[in-house]
């Protein structure tokens, strides 16, 4: 199984949009859904978003309205349209690829992580 590795970062004024970027080894029984994560200054990891390979999402309240993910799997691609940014979006995001009541804890396990992309988000 190989790490998905999220891209697409950059810095941003408030207001402004982003699109991330994640390529992953694609969806089987196992990984059957993708997740997106942050992590800010003080560590704290957040589940940002998460998808299956049938579409079905799941929001955190402080992103809904501003966030959209989507998926690509003719790419193994996972996307992430980050609109309306605010100062508390600045992180470095990750994605993941598993089980979906796996993916809503993946925040409190040891697994590695894969590559992240820092998301900077200054008035």
């Known amino acids: 199984e190989v790490q998905a590795m999220a891209s697409g970062g950059g810095s941003v004024q408030t207001g402004g949009s982003l699109r991330l970027s994640c390529t992953h080894s694609g969806f089987t029984s196992d990984y059957s859904a993708m997740g997106w994560y942050r992590k800010a200054r003080g560590n704290e990891c957040e589940v940002v978003t998460t998808i299956s390979s049938t579409g079905t999402t799941y929001y955190a309240d402080s992103v809904k309205g501003r966030f959209t993910v989507s998926l690509d799997n003719a790419k193994n691609k996972v996307y992430l349209q980050m609109n309306m940014l605010k100062s508390g979006d600045t992180a470095t995001y990750y994605c993941?690829?598993?089980?979906?009541?796996?993916?809503?804890?993946?925040?409190?396990?040891?697994?590695?992580w894969g590559q992240g992309t820092l998301v900077l988000v200054s008035s």
């Open positions: 993941d690829n598993g089980p979906p009541a796996w993916l809503m804890r993946r925040c409190d396990m040891a697994d590695p």
